[in-house]
Structures are given as structure tokens and as C-alpha cells.
């Protein structure tokens, strides 16, 4: 008794997918970030089982109660992570990428200003897994909504990077698609900072870049004061590169060399008993080596005290409570 081949036909498998959100005092548009995700992410998608991990890194308004609330419905494919305190977005990001990365296959990362478009994380999705892209970073395209001085200064920042030997490309976020193997192997980089655009130019695999048009915000105003942003950018330099140190040593054999030709003079002048002229100058160029030694002291404060944090191993974050329909 034979039987047709097609009654031997397998279902495909389901690709489980989970959409990682850090948020942050995100109250004016957490409602409708979840209400865009439900309507976004296909609910009765045959081949993809979407779920949401949003993290609250200790938000101070009414965020969390809002994922909460949505977390705990009947119908929800919410998860929420809610951090001890604020770990800062790359730390909150961390969180829900480790706590996802067992259980999808791949993992959509976006913020939850709704800047990210939902439909570009769909063809993100949809071009790593046609053609089995580990990662696709989302580049933007263009950016008409940010201020002049936040374009200026996050175009100077990729280009220093990159000058001291970090290679990121330019004007690419945290707005990626990861599979489980490289993802895996992201959350188990031991750097405390965990800065991840860096770590991810480090690490390989098989990457394509997907250039989008980044959105309007939908309300409220960036996180990022500039105090953060000047901690964001030197714990990138600090963690991707030792140009500094180098630039410093190389400074200082040239600042060496030229002492060494001022105190040549003098003492040749001192032998034939000329009057060394020029003593104001020779007191500014004091200060200007004092002033470079503290420089180079403070470059090397900087990278002793990365390494001092690093061998704490203090947690990187700590995850207060977590809510789901099941819970």
C-alpha cells in the first residue's frame, strides 16, 4: 500500500521572533508604541511568532505601569522586564536581549520613541532570514527631525571613532536584526560598559546594512542630554580603541625632542657666558608641557579606572521584576 509523497509533507517550522525595547520615562508614547506593535506584527502570522520584551530602566513616571498593565492582559504577547533602577539604555538593552536569546530565533531591537518604523523592522526581518543574514544593522537615511547640533555632533563621533580605528559604520543605531547565534555571542562579550555598536563591528559574521528614513518622534523629547551623550561617547572611544594612549606617547616623544633642543640652547649659552633671553617663553611652554601632563594623567585615569570597574564584575544590571499573561 503506497502513499502520495505530498501527504508526507512537514509544516515549516515557526521562526520565533522577539522584539527587545528599552524604555525610559516613555509614558507619553508607550501606549501607542504597543498599540502599533500589535497592529504591526501580524497576531495570526502562520510562520513567525512575534513577542515584545519591553524593559523599563527605571523610569521615574508611569511607564512601567503601562507595560504592566499591557503585559498582564489576557491577549498579550508583552513581556516586561523592569530594571532596579536606571542602567542606562545600552544596560537595559542588554537585559532584554540576554533574557531573550534562548528562546528566538531572531531578535528585532528598536527604540520605543517610535522613531524606528515598524514596517522597516519587518524588512529588516524579512532580509535576514531570506538571505540568512546574521545581522542587519538599520542605517539611516535621512534624519529631519533631530536638531542640527545632534547631527553635527553624531556624524563628528562616527568619524572620530573611526580615525582611532573603530570600525562602525556611520549613522547606524541600535535599531538591528540579530539571529540567536550572534546575539549569543554579543551578550557574552565580557565588556562592563557593553557598548554594542562597537562590540558588533568586532565580533563578524555575515552583516548587510538597511538604510531607512528615520520618523517623527511621537511625543515628548529625547533622553539623551548632552551629559549623557558625552559619557555615551567616551565609553566607546575607551572600549574600542587605545588610539589615545598612542596619540599621547607620540606627543610626547615630539614634545621630548624639543625640550631637548630648548636645553641644548641653554646650556650652550650658559658655556660661552651669553644671557639666555626669552624667558617668558620659556615659562609658557612649562605650562603648556604641565598642562599636556595632566592631559596624558587624565587619558590614563580613564582607561586604569575602566579596568578597575572591569574587575569588580559587579552585575550590569539588576532586573527587579518581570510580568507576562502567565505570571
Same mark, same amino acid.
Given at each position: ?92 538593552? #542588554?537585559? !532584554?536581549? $540576554?533574557? @531573550?536569546?534562548?528562546? *528566538? &530565533? ?56 573611526? #580615525?582611532? !580605528?573603530? $570600525?562602525? @559604520?556611520?549613522?547606524? *543605531? &541600535? ?153
Amino acid at each position: 500500500m503506497s502513499m502520495k509523497a505530498s501527504e508526507y509533507q512537514l509544516e515549516e517550522p515557526v521562526i520565533k521572533i522577539s522584539v527587545v525595547i528599552p524604555c525610559f520615562n516613555e509614558s507619553e508614547s508607550i501606549n501607542e508604541l504597543i498599540k502599533q506593535l500589535e497592529i504591526g506584527f501580524v497576531r495570526g502570522d502562520t510562520q513567525r511568532r512575534y513577542r515584545f520584551i519591553l524593559v523599563d530602566d527605571g523610569s521615574t513616571d508611569t511607564t512601567w505601569a503601562c507595560i504592566e498593565k499591557y503585559c498582564r492582559a489576557k491577549k498579550s504577547r508583552g513581556i516586561g522586564l523592569k530594571l532596579s533602577k536606571n542602567f542606562g539604555h545600552q544596560k537595559a538593552l #542588554l537585559a !532584554g536581549l $540576554e533574557y @531573550a536569546v534562548k528562546s *528566538s &530565533d531572531y531578535i528585532l531591537t528598536m527604540d520605543a520613541d517610535l522613531q524606528h518604523p515598524i514596517h522597516t523592522g519587518l524588512e529588516m526581518l524579512d532580509l535576514a532570514i531570506a538571505e540568512n543574514f546574521n545581522i542587519v544593522l538599520g542605517e539611516r537615511k535621512v534624519d529631519a527631525h533631530s536638531s542640527v547640533f545632534k547631527r553635527s555632533t553624531s556624524k563628528s563621533f562616527y568619524k572620530l571613532l573611526n #580615525l582611532l !580605528g573603530a $570600525e562602525i @559604520a556611520p549613522n547606524v *543605531s &541600535d535599531f538591528r536584526v540579530m539571529d540567536q547565534q550572534s546575539t549569543a555571542v554579543l551578550v557574552d562579550h565580557g565588556d562592563a560598559t557593553f557598548f554594542t555598536r562597537g562590540i558588533i563591528s568586532l565580533i563578524g559574521f555575515k552583516q548587510a546594512i538597511y538604510p531607512y528614513t528615520v520618523a517623527r518622534r511621537f511625543a515628548g523629547e529625547s533622553k539623551y542630554s548632552i551629559k549623557k551623550m558625552l559619557k555615551f561617547a567616551s565609553e566607546g572611544i575607551l572600549s574600542l580603541s587605545i588610539a589615545p594612549l598612542r596619540l599621547t606617547f607620540i606627543a610626547s616623544v615630539i614634545l621630548f625632542l624639543i625640550c631637548s633642543v630648548v636645553l641644548i640652547y641653554i646650556l650652550k649659552a650658559f658655556l660661552v657666558g651669553d644671557v639666555v633671553s626669552g624667558w617668558t617663553s620659556i615659562i609658557l611652554s612649562m605650562y603648556v608641557l604641565f598642562g599636556f601632563n595632566f592631559l596624558l594623567i587624565g587619558i590614563l585615569g580613564e582607561y586604569i579606572g575602566k579596568i578597575y570597574f572591569q574587575s569588580l564584575r559587579r552585575p550590569r544590571y539588576i532586573i527587579q521584576e518581570i510580568v507576562s499573561k502567565n505570571e
